[in-house]
């Protein structure tokens, strides 16, 4: 069998007979691929084929000749080198967590045969690496579901329970956060009452004309963090811990997430959210695990008016020659604030030749020595 690459072959088939195509095919290229549902079968074109180890058999009613084109695969070889291995499984984590640039051959990684790719294909191919048993075999096939004593233990223990006020759920929340324009907040991501999980895919979606994801910090809590590798909306989220051996049961912070705001905001929500139907969240047991989701905000704070003070005031005057002995004296007082605002204030009054005195002018009194009758000598403000 040729692997990753594209084969390209004429089977003639009989009635009731069967076709047997080993390793002699032509390679060319083709868009055809061999997908095998849970019992190991394939229907196409009103033929059907079975996927043994090395060969594919195909029956058909009547006789005719059937030409395909096929590109072979091996389970879990995600990448399509031909081996698989644990780089397989960490591209496949990267895959899911929607990294940017990583390209999978969806057929080969749908490890469970269920026609998805989703976070439990990426840890039953990390147990197969592990070697775990009752994962030797790719595609993998879900045991027999558990027995029924331990689901009868959980409804005994947690009735009692049930009409508690303080009875609480899983929950994944994200904290609020307020800052200024074009500061960095930080907002956590914690679960509560985690009842444990081994892997765990959470979407994150945000306004972008809002806030901008600055970095993205993991606490270490929940194993093996494949966080998306470009900072955009939405944004993913991923724990994968496939062959752990125990659940992770933190709760508490887990993540901490760097938004910068880029501009004013009553409340920009930061939601997320998991697709429980593909098994986003899973435990030990591959079992889904439900959380509730409280979104987080971020807002900016109201924009705090320090009262504006007054720095300094400057008077200055001048001299304006009338009829006779008669000048007309203008004083301007220049007020200087905090924010940088100026107010003046002038007054004009009638004085004689070389008059000194004190004016009035606004709330200030400005000392003026003239001289003659257009010189000033002096000029301060006495209060
Ligand atoms: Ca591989
Ligand atoms: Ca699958």
Request: charged fraction near 20%; include cysteine.
């Amino acid at each position: 069998m040729i692997i990753g690459g594209d084969v390209d072959c004429n089977v003639i088939v009989n009635t009731g007979g069967t076709v047997t195509i080993d390793g002699k095919l032509k390679v060319e290229s083709g868009d055809f691929y061999i997908m095998v549902d849970e019992q190991g079968l394939f229907k196409q074109d009103g033929f059907s084929s079975v996927i043994k180890p090395g060969y594919i058999e195909y029956t058909i009613d009547g006789t005719s000749t059937v030409w395909v084109k096929l590109k072979a695969f091996i389970y879990g070889d995600v990448n399509d080198d031909g081996r698989v291995t644990l780089l397989d499984s960490t591209i496949l984590a990267r895959w899911l967590a929607m990294w940017e640039g990583v390209e999978i051959n969806e057929a080969a990684a749908d490890v469970n045969g269920d026609g998805r790719v989703t976070l439990l294909d990426q840890t039953v191919l990390r147990r197969h690496l592990a070697m775990w048993e009752g994962y030797e075999i790719l595609p993998w096939q879900r045991p027999p579901q558990v027995s029924p004593v331990q689901v009868s233990a959980f409804m005994a223990l947690s009735s009692p329970f049930m009409l508690n006020d303080t009875f609480s759920v899983p929950a994944i929340n994200v904290s609020n956060a307020t800052g200024k324009v074009g500061e960095i907040v930080e907002m956590r991501i914690e679960l509560s009452e985690n009842p444990g999980i081994i892997g765990m895919r959470l979407g994150i979606e945000y306004d972008e004309s809002k806030i901008r994801l600055a970095d993205v910090i993991d606490g270490g809590n929940l194993g093996e963090a494949y966080h998306r590798n470009v900072y955009s909306s939405p944004y993913t989220l991923l724990w994968a811990n496939g062959a752990s051996a125990t659940n992770f049961n933190h709760s508490g912070d887990v993540v901490t997430l760097l938004f910068e705001i880029l501009s004013e905001t009553a409340g920009s929500p930061v939601t997320i959210s998991y697709d429980a139907v593909n098994g986003d969240v899973l435990d030990i047991d591959l079992k889904p695990v439900n959380f509730e989701m409280n979104d987080g905000f971020v807002s900016t704070l109201p924009v705090k008016n320090d009262p504006i003070k007054l720095v300094n005031a400057v008077p200055t005057a001048s001299v304006k020659k009338q009829n006779g002995n008669k000048n007309d004296l203008t004083i301007t007082v220049t007020e200087t604030y905090s924010d940088g605002s100026t107010n003046k204030i002038t007054e004009t009054f009638s004085i004689n030749n070389n008059a000194a005195g004190s004016y009035q002018v606004g709330t200030y009194i400005v000392y003026v020595d003239t001289k003659g009758n257009d010189q000033i000598r002096q000029c301060y403000i006495v209060k």
